[in-house]
């Protein structure tokens, strides 16, 4: 069942190659065959058995999948009939090039959640790489593209070296790649700490944890809305994977030692983030600033060593996605009429787009934790597993708490109160048909899981308990 979660993006992809020349049918075939996946992955869903941990449906003894990564593949099938129906007319030239590179990062994200073999994880995890470097440095809206798509490159690949090394080593001493047959081999200890540093190293730089976050702004500055979504939605929840999946089960005694370093840097990721998203006049980058505390928090929540946080951070990641999808939309709709996204020159949306105002509302309550929706679960409980693992470490992360109202609803009330701006065309027309279904999908999973987290919770359970153990 796993190998057609694959098949499908490739068919899709074969498809639109060979047989598709006109935009309309480019979008639409991709269109159909990712509600293809997402179907399938449904279909799985249904059958995935949360009474245990073991990996499930596993092929060739390279595919499988457990609680963790199940809700992970979801959230890259579910989001990806919306990139693809967000792009139609919004990309005007080369769309054939454009949803192609979709479907690639499509394939290689999926890959990554399913692999169980260090070395396919690598070569998964750096080919999402190529065609979002594409994707920013092609499609890109402003001058600063190349240089965006150029700096996005190099940090990651600096990280990839390191992780590459890192496998090299761990294959000379274990004489496998096999993650299953990796868990029952002792490594020593001396040997986790150079591992799980060349480890680390990578996949903070991915996630993006401070100081290795300088990429993240300017890509999410210069991408494509599409692009925009797909980098805070999937290829940041990469680094975060690689933290659940390799770092802390294969070197748990280097995630013991380490832990202080982790949960400092990620409280001063959250500090300065929160921050600089007071400083900022572009409205994709108070996102991508508010991107970065999120995942910051999320990562304190995976090295809790403790039941409620890691469950805690596995839910952050499917909350972030969505909220952070939606605000990206919602800042696209806005790029799409004005054809600027400079904070200054907006204000008084409300009287002239309600229905817009309402759900940016929605989604930036989601953003602050507003209790009854997902972002206030993933938030109670990553402070509730950090103050089990040490109060002071809970205190000062909650200074989120105060500092993400302060920038969110100060963003919300700067674009849409007040006496209509003077600097912009009077354009009476509100959400469309296209735009609200694409963010009513992610409104109501937010409040769905929200009120009933038990849903992510249920096969969540005996994966966070095993990797515990």
Request: proline content about 4%; charged content about 5%; hydrophobic content about 55%.
């Amino acid at each position: 069942m796993l190998v057609i979660l694959l098949m499908i993006p490739a068919l899709s992809m074969i498809t639109i190659w060979l047989y598709c020349q006109l935009a309309k049918e480019v979008v639409f075939t991709a269109l159909a065959f990712s509600l293809i996946n997402l179907v399938h992955t449904l279909l799985i869903m249904h059958y995935f058995d949360p009474s245990t941990a073991a990996f499930q449906f596993q092929t060739l003894g390279i595919l499988g999948i457990d609680g963790i990564s199940l809700w992970l593949i979801w959230l890259v099938n579910m989001l990806m009939p919306i990139v693809i129906l967000s792009s139609w007319k919004a990309v005007n030239t080369l769309i054939k090039p454009f949803i192609l590179l979709l479907l690639f990062i499509s394939f290689w994200s999926i890959a990554v959640f399913m692999v169980l073999d260090l070395l396919l994880f690598y070569i998964s995890f750096e080919g999402v790489l190529i065609p979002m470097f594409f994707l920013i440095g092609f499609y890109g809206g402003r001058n600063r593209k190349i240089h965006a798509g150029y700096q996005f490159f190099l940090y990651t690949l600096f990280g990839s070296l390191l992780l590459f090394m890192a496998l090299i080593v761990l294959y000379i001493e274990t004489g496998t790649t096999d993650y299953q047959v990796l868990l029952t081999i002792p490594i020593s200890q001396n040997r986790q700490y150079f591992l799980w540093l060349a480890f680390f190293i990578s996949l903070a730089i991915k996630i993006p944890c401070i100081p290795f976050h300088v990429w993240l702004p300017e890509a999410h500055t210069e991408s494509p809305t599409a692009g925009s979504v797909i980098l805070a939605a999937i290829l940041l929840k990469l680094g975060s994977y690689g933290f659940i999946r390799f770092s802390i089960p294969l070197f748990p005694d280097a995630s013991t030692y380490f832990t202080p370093l982790v949960c400092t840097m990620c409280i001063l990721g959250i500090i300065y983030s929160s921050v600089a998203c007071l400083a900022q006049i572009d409205m994709k980058k108070i996102i991508a600033y508010s991107s970065i505390g999120h995942m910051n928090t999320a990562t304190i929540a995976l090295f809790t060593n403790d039941y409620h946080g890691l469950s805690a951070g596995v839910y952050f990641l499917i909350s972030h996605g969505l909220i952070s999808s939606a605000l990206f939309l919602l800042v696209g709709v806005l790029y799409d009429r004005y054809h600027t996204r400079t904070i200054k020159y907006y204000r008084g949306l409300v009287m002239i787009m309600p229905i817009f105002t309402v759900l940016f509302l929605l989604f930036t309550f989601a953003n602050i934790a507003v209790p009854g929706t997902s972002g206030f679960i993933s938030e109670f409980l990553t402070f509730l597993g950090a103050m089990n693992l040490n109060p002071f470490v809970a205190i000062s992360a909650s200074v989120a708490i105060v500092l993400a109202p302060a920038y969110a609803l100060w963003f919300f009330h700067r674009v849409s109160y007040g006496s209509f701006t003077t600097y912009l065309p009077t354009i009476y027309q509100d959400i469309t048909a296209k735009e609200l279904h694409l963010l009513l999908p992610l409104l109501f999973f937010t409040f769905l899981f929200g009120i009933y987290p038990q849903i992510i919770f249920e096969p969540l359970h005996m994966s966070c308990l095993s990797l515990l153990h």
